[in-house]
């Protein structure tokens, strides 16, 4: 599935920009880990040394860091 880029506009409500954001970058992440095997996404392809798996792990990590901890303020 492919969401058009979010366009923010003087009637939109700012969660749900940040939502359909977020839901589009999920997107995008998911369509180019799709695209790539499994050797691909466990080998690092930045000087960081961090793999395709591993930016996933995070990007999915801080969402609910922030959504969930800070946003909502709810620990666990």
Known sequence: MRLPVPEPGAAVDPAALLLTCLDFYRDTVADRLAGLDDGA????WVPSGWTPVELARHLSFMERRWLVWGFLSVNG
């Open 41 to 44: 996404v466990r080998r690092p």
